[in-house]
């Protein structure tokens, strides 16, 4: 909990979210809010899957109406989705998510937890997800979350009652919730974690629904409501100077990478909760009947006597009058048993007292990232502007020798500035997602740490503690180091500050595929994290390749700067795969690890340490053409990945395809989604048809269908049905239905294995129905479906070929998938005679 994003929360504004980085310098109304907050003692744990799943507006609510501490526990960090900001997927794509969510609830005032689930993709049925997920070990992590936050009331935001109305994650999600509701007081259920918490009996569950559950407003408003809450949700915060849905548009508008930005509401909106376990409200709160003052604690009372009254008189003018009171109050605190409580207010408590007297407490490093054994330089600012009495008693930076006794009084508004030479222990850990740091399978990360499992980020590097005397009251304060900058263009920006390897390796080419035996030279950058840095560099490589040479010598001055070596692989005559990594020697320790940077402006900047490597594949693989026009949908990497194997890939701007202007190529293909987002597309449709009828080859990527489908009245030059229809097991079984034809035995025979390896799903949005011209190639199907036909669909159409496929394509060539190169190899060669001619090859 102690950790710097984290802690910042405890004293919502709702106005700095711009910069994510900035420490937080409330004003008296946002102080005066903290202090609601502060004399409001209840909990509210809302639980879907995914960052964007969460009801900003009830959180919102929640946590600025009813003043209630509110966690969103999302089951997963969204790995599985797609970027619509940058480049960033699967594990990256959660760290980021991560931080959309962290910076969503820095504005809606909630927290932010997650279970170690990973969120493998799509998923069609709860029990698919429940296996590929560990279900004990996620129902685990929610009864965790429950036992540490203690809420009174939970909110899902799905219905665990219709599995399969919506993706598997979301029905798990809501399972998940009213399991752990029955566990979470149960001594025997999760024991262990019994040794770092307590059991805990939330008191009622809620299934947060609306219209859209009941498939039209009209059914809802004909539903019975009788065991329904209704809150305005729309409501004022003049403190705030905003209104609820306000606040919550711009919390969602922080899902950037998911194309959440949105503009934001206003006014009376109704917001529907419906009571699932537990005793229905006397009225529409959801705490109704909950004792949520002071009095719920024991020893609490004299407290609330005096927060209720500073609350109450709450000088907006000059706030630090009230500081004595709450150093007060502090000091009674320290006193009582119930350590949940304890814990929570004291760090409550202690934000308000920082706000109130307008204490600037920082410890600043001067550059971004350190490493093991090295010294930093450290510089704090510590400045009391306001008229108490404060002395700067002590600063100690947490888990090493460091510390400082300035003993200096804070004269109001005095800066007060020291250096520290702080020696980095060789000890300290090496900064990145804690998720990440141990491999973990395709439904779960590893986390070996019990404390860790839940929170949404790595705490800080380095912490330090400030030890402030108030009038004879001492008090420690926690604050991270941070790095601290500006740019000509940015102003004044924070990051973490962090420790990173010596030295850091990256392959550029994720995946490199061989098509023949000639040897690929392999451009390996080695990046310092330190001055003066030199050393080794090799190649791991599998077993039958061979890598020149055995080594090569790097030296680099500067920290933060790249050097670069080749490496010539050659791969073995047969089909083979595996992986190349770098090992980089230093003074005899080794470092095997890419460091990725995500930097976005919503979010603090991101440093993951990755294993380097790249995936090597030798595919003996048959062609037939050379010269692929490619028109760009949505965004994919298949161009890079027909490069890998030969093709000269030109990409086409559709404005320039002019009858005749495509006879050039042996195939045009369209890349993903292109008729969804590229508008002019549908209109070069004859010219493109045309080529196709002279005898050209046109392959058409999957597109999205449903309440769009009406444009795509001539996707095909023959009758072709989007639909939704998809297979989401990868490895389902495929059968070739279509034995004879060609794109199934030209260039490369097609074999039932060559679907083996797949990654992420087999395909989506297959077409339902097709005129007689096509015919089907493949047939596949999840688990207890019917099988589709629809996913490789063939049409001669005068001299040529039309080619649609929903298969997954743009995710398994980028993944190195040999099966799925073999097919497409095929797919660019249908109508090429058999003989290959050398005309194809010379273009
Ligand atoms: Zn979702």
């Not at 609830?105 to 279970?115: C, K, M, N, P, S």
């Not at 559950?213 to 004909?222: A, V």
């Not at 520290?420 to 399978?441: D, H, N, R």
Request: hydrophobic letters at 35%; a negative charge.
């Amino acid at each position: 909990m102690r950790n710097f994003w984290v802690s910042v929360l405890t004293l919502a504004t709702v106005v700095s979210n711009t910069y994510a980085q900035r420490p937080n310098k409330p004003s008296s109304t946002e102080i005066h809010h903290s202090l609601q907050k502060l004399n409001f003692l209840g909990t509210a744990l809302y639980i879907a899957a995914h960052p964007d799943d969460e009801n900003t507006r009830l959180i919102s609510y929640l946590s600025n109406h009813d003043k209630a501490r509110t966690a969103y526990l999302s089951i997963t960090r969204g790995d599985g989705g797609q970027n619509l900001i940058g480049s960033e997927l699967r594990e990256l794509l959660g760290v980021l998510r991560t931080q959309e969510l962290l910076a969503a609830r820095r504005i809606d005032g909630g927290e932010q937890w997650f279970t170690r689930a990973n969120d493998f993709g799509y998923s069609k049925h709860p029990n698919e997800t429940l296996k590929i997920w560990d279900k004990e070990k996620v129902l685990g992590d929610v009864v965790w979350a429950i036992r540490n936050l203690k809420p009174d009331v939970i909110i899902n935001r799905f219905d665990h009652r219709t599995p399969g109305s919506t993706h598997g994650h979301h029905t798990s999600s809501a399972m998940l919730s009213m399991e752990a509701f029955d566990m979470a007081n149960n001594q025997s259920a999760y024991p262990e974690q019994l040794q770092l918490t307590s059991t805990w009996q939330p008191k009622r569950v809620f299934f947060n629904t609306s219209w859209w559950f009941y498939g039209s407003q009209e059914n809802f408003e004909k539903a019975d409501k009788s065991n329904m809450l209704k809150m305005d949700i729309g409501v004022f915060y003049p403190e705030l100077g905003l209104s609820n849905n306000e606040i919550a548009s711009m919390a969602s508008s922080q899902h950037l990478c998911q194309g959440f930005g949105r503009v934001t509401t206003r006014g009376s909106q109704d917001e529907y909760v419906e009571l699932l376990k537990g005793d229905l409200p006397a009225s529409n709160n959801l705490f109704d009947g909950i004792n949520t003052t002071w009095s719920r604690v024991e020893g609490g009372k004299a407290i609330g006597d005096i927060l209720y009254k500073v609350e109450e008189d709450f000088d907006f003018t000059n706030p630090s009058t009230h500081v004595p009171e709450l150093v007060k109050a502090y000091q009674l605190l320290q006193n009582i048993e119930d350590a949940h409580w304890k814990a929570l207010k004291s760090e409550e408590l202690k934000s308000l007292i920082l706000a109130c007297s307008g204490l600037y407490l920082e410890i600043s490093a001067e550059s971004a990232s350190t490493t093991l054994g090295s010294t930093s330089k450290l510089n704090v600012e510590a400045l009391n502007r306001s008229t108490q009495n404060v002395t700067l008693k002590e600063i100690k930076l947490m888990g090493s020798e460091t510390n400082m006794l300035p003993k200096k009084v804070l004269s109001e508004n005095k800066k007060e500035n020291f250096s520290i030479e702080f020696p980095v222990p060789e000890t300290a850990i090496i900064s990145g997602p804690y998720w990440l740091k141990e491999q973990g399978s395709l439904g779960m990360y590893t986390v070996k740490s019990q404390k860790m499992i839940g929170k949404a980020e790595t705490p800080s590097a380095f912490n330090a503690q400030f030890t402030l005397d108030f009038d004879g009251v001492q008090i420690n304060f926690e604050k991270p180091v941070v790095y601290r900058h500006s740019k000509p263009d940015r102003g004044e920006l924070y990051e973490p500050f962090v420790v990173l390897p010596e030295a850091t390796s990256k392959i550029e080419e994720k995946v490199l595929i061989f098509s023949d035996s000639k040897t690929k030279d392999v451009l390996v950058s080695v990046k310092a994290g330190k001055d003066s840095v030199s050393g080794e560099i090799a190649l791991q490589h599998p077993l039958g390749w061979t890598v020149s040479p055995k080594s090569k010598s790097f030296s680099i001055t500067q920290k933060g700067q790249e050097q670069s070596v080749t490496f010539k692989v050659t791969p073995p005559d047969t089909d083979s795969e595996g992986k190349i990594s770098p090992i980089i020697t230093i003074a005899n320790k080794s470092y095997d690890k890419e460091l990725v940077e995500i930097g976005y402006q919503h979010i603090p900047k991101q440093s993951i340490l990755l294993p380097s490597e790249a995936k090597v594949v030798r595919m003996n693989i048959q062609k037939s053409g050379e010269h692929i026009g490619y028109i760009v949908g949505a965004g994919d990497k298949v161009p890079e990945s027909l490069k890998q194997i030969g093709y000269q890939v030109h990409i086409i701007d559709p404005n320039d395809i002019q009858k005749g202007s495509l006879d050039k190529y042996d195939a045009v293909v369209v890349g993903i989604r292109a008729y969804n987002v590229v508008e002019d597309l549908k209109f070069k449709q004859p010219i493109l048809f045309d080529y196709v009828e002279r005898g050209g080859n046109m392959i058409v990527q999957y597109n999205t269908a449903g309440r769009w489908s009406k444009q795509f009245e001539n996707i095909a030059p023959y009758n072709l049905t989007l639909s939704r229809d998809r297979v989401t097991d990868e490895t389902a079984a495929v059968n070739i239905i279509a034995n004879d034809h060609s794109l199934v035995n030209f260039p490369n025979t097609i074999k039932e294995s060559d679907f083996n390896g797949w990654v992420q799903e087999r395909g989506l949005y297959f077409p339902k129905e097709w005129s007689s011209e096509f015919t089907p190639i493949l047939s596949m199907g999840d688990e207890g479906e019917d099988p589709k036909d629809g996913s490789l669909l063939v049409a001669p159409h005068g001299e040529g070929h039309y080619i649609y496929t929903g298969l997954s394509f743009f995710r398994e060539l980028p993944a190195g998938v040999s099966g799925a190169y073999k097919l497409f190899a095929n797919m660019l060669s249908v109508g090429k005679s058999e003989v290959k001619t050398e005309s194809d090859v010379k273009g």
